[in-house]
């Protein structure tokens, strides 16, 4: 952090009720309440969501969502939440067949285990429901991680899907970032793509 970045910090933190807190096993510098709940310190990346195949009830598609995670970040990546927001049908997925890994969906690096499970309680809308990623191990920041889903086909509807996705620093306490939507662009499997 630099000299003139830890003066705004020191002059923010008595009027927001934060302070600086340091993590022992990553030497990383994050954003902690007094209730002990942490936050990133900046901002992580949703840099590009794509598909295997964009033509409509695609039974073997796969949706891949690449995340960039700055070396200023202040806290390591332990959790991502994935959310339909927009589009004419939900797209259900198996989140037993989730798989995340280093680098980007072209560059595949080394694997990272996780458990994804659907949550369903979000609310009274079905379209609520959203896919829970939880890594095994704390991602440190400076990395690119891509988290690929299997949804059970592809929507039946064309038109634009939009993804919310949020991710949380690693803590009991741990306060998410939305990144944005990831939009994937579905179309009638007629040969006619406008």
């Known amino acids: ?14 009027t927001a009720g934060l302070a600086i807190a340091f993590n022992s096993n990553i030497k990383a510098l994050g954003v902690q309440a007094p209730d002990g709940t942490v936050a990133f310190e900046a901002g992580l990346r949703l840099v590009n969501t794509s598909t295997t195949f964009n033509d409509v009830r695609v039974r073997q598609a796969k949706y891949y969502f690449d995340l960039e995670l700055p070396a200023d970040i202040g ?7 994935i959310q339909q927001r927009s589009g004419g049908d939900d797209v259900e997925f198996e989140p037993e067949k989730t798989e995340v890994y280093f ?12 458990i994804a499970k659907i ?3 979000v609310g009274d809308d079905q379209a609520a429901k959203e896919i829970v990623i ?19 086909r592809n929507p039946r509807y064309s038109g634009i899907y939009l993804f919310g996705v949020t991710a949380f620093p690693r803590g009991e306490k741990a306060r998410g970032m939305y990144l944005g939507s990831g939009r994937l662009h579905f179309y009638r499997n007629d040969g006619f793509h406008h």
């Open 75 to 81: 806290e390591p990546l332990q959790k991502v939440i």
């Open 1 to 14: 952090m630099s000299f003139s970045k830890w003066i705004l910090w020191s002059i923010a933190m008595p």
């Open 134 to 152: 939880q890594l095994d191990r704390p991602i440190p920041p400076g990395s690119k991680i891509t988290i690929k889903l299997k949804p059970k």
């Open 119 to 121: 949550n369903e309680n």
């Open 103 to 114: 680098g980007d969906r072209r560059n595949k690096g080394e694997s990272i285990k996780a």
